[in-house]
């Protein structure tokens, strides 16, 4: 009798999508085994993995076993991988250690060449629509940074905490940043900074010990300044700033000009003062300037 390896997986973006749940799946592929005359060895269950990495513990799990069972069946092919690629290469250890793999509603026999090429163009197309949804949600993403603002799903700044979506200060937080821009403009280097917050047990945000890097990371960070960013975006936020637009450009300067080696040194991003052009508002030509 063959021994199969049972194997279904949910992503985060998969469990609000109807045929999906991890209960609906098992209990489809416990039928099927029975129908065909199969004994079910194992049921690896990966919950809230993507399919595009292989660092899914059941998974990882499930081919540590592989002297245990005969072969490995899924409801789909995309329930194992979403990346042909990876999908390849475990074809191609599944082929090299003499087991199969089945697809429940795809039915296709990995023995045969056309049943590899079938299943190659069929994963590569869940690959295609794997990226596609990638590309939609860095687009909306995108497009809420330059319309809406706001973290976008990044770490509240050290200073901040997100409440309702918006970010409110934190008081003792907020008197640290203040403190390291104006030591750091009148002179202290990041190490000292750093230093001197330890010596005074000032927590960071995480718990861990300030350095030169953590201070660096504060001052470069337009947050402080009044601005959100995300990827290329740079937009003026809601929040109240901790600093003026004219202190947190003077910081970025001195952070270029404390660089040892002067190949390193890069030119330093200022913030645009006094008031910033709408995201959909585009500067003016000589040409729309002579018609204005």
């Known amino acids: 009798m063959t021994k199969v390896a049972i194997y279904t997986r949910v992503s985060t973006e998969d469990q609000a999508t109807e045929g999906f749940s991890l209960g609906a799946q098992v209990e489809r592929l416990r039928m099927y085994c029975?129908?065909?005359?199969?004994?079910?060895?194992?049921?690896?269950?990966?919950?809230?993995?993507?399919?595009?990495?292989?660092?899914?513990?059941?998974?990882?799990?499930?081919?540590?076993?592989?002297?245990?069972?005969?072969?490995?069946?899924v409801v789909k092919m995309d329930r194992i991988h979403r990346n042909s690629r990876n999908f390849m290469d475990m074809m191609d250890e599944l082929n090299k250690w003499g087991k199969g793999f089945a697809s429940m509603t795809e039915n296709l026999d990995t023995?045969?060449?056309?049943?590899?090429?079938?299943?190659?163009?069929?994963?590569?197309?869940?690959?295609l629509e794997s990226e596609q949804i990638g590309e939609r949600v860095y687009?909306?993403?995108?497009?809420?940074?330059?319309?809406?603002?706001?973290?976008?799903?990044?770490?509240?700044?050290y200073g901040y905490k997100i409440e309702d979506g918006k970010l409110v200060q934190i008081p003792?937080?907020?008197?640290?940043?203040?403190?390291?821009?104006?030591?750091?403009?009148?002179?202290?280097?990041?190490?000292?900074?750093?230093?001197?917050?330890h010596d005074r047990v000032v927590p960071t945000k995480k718990g861990g010990k300030w350095d030169g890097v953590t201070?660096?990371?504060i001052l470069k960070n337009p947050v402080y300044a009044g601005f959100v960013e995300w990827d290329?975006?740079?937009?003026?936020?809601?929040?109240?700033p901790l600093v003026s637009i004219d202190d947190f450009n003077k910081a970025q300067e001195s952070l270029v000009r404390h660089i040892r080696r002067?190949?390193?040194?890069?030119?330093?991003?200022?913030?645009?003062?006094?008031?910033?052009?709408?995201?959909?508002?585009?500067?003016?030509?000589n040409e729309t300037a002579k018609n204005a």
Request: charged letters at 30%; zero cysteines; aromatic letters at 8%.
């Open 215 to 217: 201070i660096s990371y």
């Open 172 to 197: 003792e937080e907020v008197a640290v940043v203040k403190e390291i821009f104006v030591k750091y403009l009148e002179g202290l280097s990041t190490i000292k900074i750093a230093q001197l917050l």
């Open 232 to 240: 290329d975006t740079l937009k003026k936020a809601e929040h109240e």
């Open 139 to 157: 687009m909306g993403m995108h497009q809420k940074a330059a319309t809406v603002g706001g973290m976008l799903g990044s770490p509240h700044p």
């Open 262 to 285: 002067p190949e390193q040194r890069y030119r330093p991003r200022l913030l645009p003062f006094e008031r910033m052009l709408r995201f959909d508002e585009q500067p003016k030509t």
């Open 111 to 127: 023995t045969t060449a056309m049943g590899r090429f079938v299943m190659d163009i069929i994963q590569r197309i869940a690959q």
């Open 34 to 73: 029975k129908a065909q005359g199969f004994e079910v060895f194992g049921e690896y269950v990966d919950d809230g993995h993507s399919g595009r990495s292989t660092h899914r513990p059941a998974y990882q799990r499930m081919m540590a076993d592989k002297d245990k069972w005969d072969s490995i069946l």
